[in-house]
């Protein structure tokens, strides 16, 4: 596939994508290390950047089909720039507390909601139909690589600068984004007036074909499920890494590199599977692979080096199988909806999927405190298999190929 356009969007996404891996572990370790959160402060801190997931995307949703993509994708990208930088700026000022952390991550949040919902609707426009996967492979690739390169370069970063200076990497990457969106050529079309509804009624709308749908369903409530039960572990992760285990942030961050590795690798080998093999076993198997391996991260306690060695091969199985699993899943989704309800139909699933992320990253702290930060990994492991099960009994493990 050789589009200029998609190239330019795909260069400034990657940038973006470690950007943002740079923050995922610099924001909280900024939280942890700078602060001294107790559980319950940091799994609010991680509450505030998903909860603008549970309100906002239905009603963003229905904004997004009725604009052009691409103006609101530079607005976020630029708010995220500013917002991003105010964390070391407030640090060197001294000015730095809690709720700053709280109101930026929960703005950022509002910004990724908006950027989110507008790059799955406008890839498509960008390429053709039967390009779709390979498309979203090459997103899902870079996605993968930046967990690769990422946290090892926000490792090295917070070690030299530490983890409020090592956030300007993430402010700076928003600015290449806009940059390579800037340069795109393509004229995206303005959706015609006429057909347009109240907008409450395109909300219902979107609601109702993307819960009407059996797969688009099921994939929704499993994302939910997973996310739910991610939220509590990798709050959980970061604590028990850094208190329990005494991992520095660059052996943390070396861990998620490597273990992401197996991301990178999922990606690239989507394409090829669907070709090849069931695609309702493809999604149903590889999202076992990533999410039943978790239960091993508090098993294992002593010697020090096998307990990195089991978080290495935990997150290698994991990320190899969801690279896989979101390509698929993702490509999947946009094959079955019409293109002008693409936006509501990506912000309803995100209203259940990353509202159960904001659940889950509120009561991950009053858990951690009530039972120790290693019980709650293994009850997050715990929940991780018993989710499982639904997607077996789903008309998905059924379905052959890509529907047309």
Same mark, same amino acid.
């Given at each position: &596939?050789?589009?200029?356009?998609?190239?330019?969007?795909?260069?400034?996404?990657?940038? %973006?994508?470690?950007?943002?891996?740079?923050?995922?572990?610099?924001?909280?370790?900024?939280?942890?290390?700078?602060?001294?959160?107790?559980?319950?402060?940091?799994?609010?801190?991680?509450?505030? =950047?998903?909860?603008?997931?549970?309100?906002?995307?239905?009603?963003?949703?229905?904004?997004?089909?009725?604009?052009?993509?691409?103006?609101? /994708? *530079?607005?976020?990208?630029?708010?995220?720039?500013? $917002?991003?930088?105010?964390?070391? #700026?407030?640090?060197? /000022?001294?000015?730095?507390?809690?709720?700053?952390?709280?109101? +930026?991550?929960?703005?950022?949040?509002?910004?990724?909601?908006?950027?989110?919902?507008?790059?799955?609707?406008?890839?498509?426009?960008?390429?053709?139909?039967?390009?779709?996967?390979?498309?979203?492979?090459?997103?899902?690739?870079?996605?993968?690589?930046?967990?690769?390169?990422?946290?090892?370069?926000?490792?090295?970063?917070?070690?030299?600068?530490?983890?409020?200076?090592?956030?300007?990497?993430?402010?700076?990457?928003?600015?290449?984004?806009?940059?390579?969106? $800037?340069?795109?050529?393509?004229?995206?079309?303005?959706?015609?007036?006429?057909?347009?509804?109240?907008?409450?009624? =395109?909300?219902?709308?979107?609601?109702?074909?993307?819960?009407?749908?059996?797969? +688009?369903?099921?994939?929704?409530?499993?994302?939910?499920?997973?996310?739910?039960?991610?939220?509590?572990?990798?709050? &959980?992760?970061?604590?028990?890494?850094?208190?329990?285990?005494?991992?520095?942030?660059?052996?943390?961050?070396?861990?998620?590199?490597?273990? %992401?590795?197996?991301?990178?690798?999922?990606?690239?080998?989507?394409?090829?599977? /669907?070709?090849?093999?069931?695609?309702?076993?493809?999604?149903?198997?590889?999202?076992?692979?990533? %999410?039943?391996?978790? *239960?091993?991260?508090?098993?294992?306690?002593?010697?020090?080096?096998?307990? *990195?060695?089991?978080?290495?091969?935990?997150?290698?199985?994991?990320?190899?199988?969801?690279?896989?699993?979101?390509?698929? %899943?993702?490509?999947?989704?946009?094959?079955?909806?019409?293109?002008? &309800?693409?936006?509501?139909?990506?912000?309803?699933?995100?209203?259940?999927?990353?509202?159960?992320?904001?659940?889950?990253? #509120?009561?991950?702290?009053?858990?951690?405190?009530?039972?120790?930060?290693?019980?709650?990994?293994?009850?997050?492991?715990?929940?991780? *298999?018993?989710?499982?099960?639904?997607?077996?009994?789903?008309?998905?493990?059924?379905?052959?190929? &890509?529907?047309?």
């Amino acid at each position: &596939m050789e589009n200029g356009d998609f190239l330019k969007f795909w260069l400034g996404e990657t940038v %973006s994508l470690f950007g943002s891996q740079v923050t995922l572990i610099a924001l909280p370790l900024t939280a942890i290390l700078v602060l001294q959160v107790t559980p319950e402060q940091l799994g609010l801190l991680r509450t505030f =950047e998903w909860l603008p997931y549970i309100p906002l995307p239905l009603i963003l949703g229905v904004w997004v089909d009725r604009r052009r993509r691409r103006p609101l /994708m *530079i607005l976020a990208n630029l708010l995220r720039t500013c $917002l991003i930088g105010l964390v070391p #700026l407030l640090a060197v /000022m001294h000015l730095l507390h809690i709720l700053s952390l709280y109101t +930026i991550a929960f703005c950022v949040g509002i910004c990724t909601v908006l950027f989110d919902l507008c790059w799955q609707s406008f890839a498509p426009l960008l390429v053709r139909k039967e390009h779709l996967v390979e498309a979203n492979s090459k997103v899902a690739a870079s996605a993968a690589a930046a967990e690769v390169g990422g946290p090892g370069i926000a490792g090295v970063l917070i070690q030299l600068l530490s983890a409020p200076i090592a956030l300007l990497a993430d402010s700076l990457s928003y600015l290449v984004s806009i940059l390579a969106l $800037l340069l795109i050529t393509n004229q995206e079309p303005l959706p015609e007036k006429e057909q347009r509804q109240p907008w409450y009624k =395109e909300i219902v709308e979107g609601v109702s074909f993307a819960f009407h749908n059996p797969y +688009i369903r099921t994939l929704s409530w499993q994302a939910a499920a997973w996310n739910f039960f991610f939220a509590i572990l990798d709050t &959980m992760f970061l604590l028990y890494a850094v208190r329990d285990l005494a991992f520095s942030p660059g052996l943390l961050g070396l861990i998620y590199a490597i273990g %992401s590795i197996g991301g990178l690798l999922g990606s690239a080998l989507a394409a090829v599977l /669907m070709k090849h093999f069931h695609l309702g076993r493809v999604i149903c198997y590889t999202f076992t692979l990533g %999410s039943a391996p978790f *239960i091993f991260l508090a098993l294992f306690i002593a010697p020090h080096l096998l307990v *990195i060695a089991v978080c290495l091969a935990v997150f290698f199985l994991v990320h190899i199988a969801l690279g896989i699993y979101t390509v698929v %899943s993702i490509s999947l989704r946009q094959a079955l909806t019409p293109h002008n &309800m693409l936006g509501r139909v990506s912000a309803s699933l995100r209203v259940v999927t990353y509202g159960a992320t904001a659940l889950g990253a #509120l009561i991950s702290g009053f858990i951690g405190v009530l039972v120790g930060l290693r019980l709650s990994l293994f009850i997050a492991g715990c929940g991780f *298999i018993i989710a499982l099960l639904p997607i077996f009994f789903s008309p998905i493990i059924r379905l052959r190929a &890509m529907p047309q």
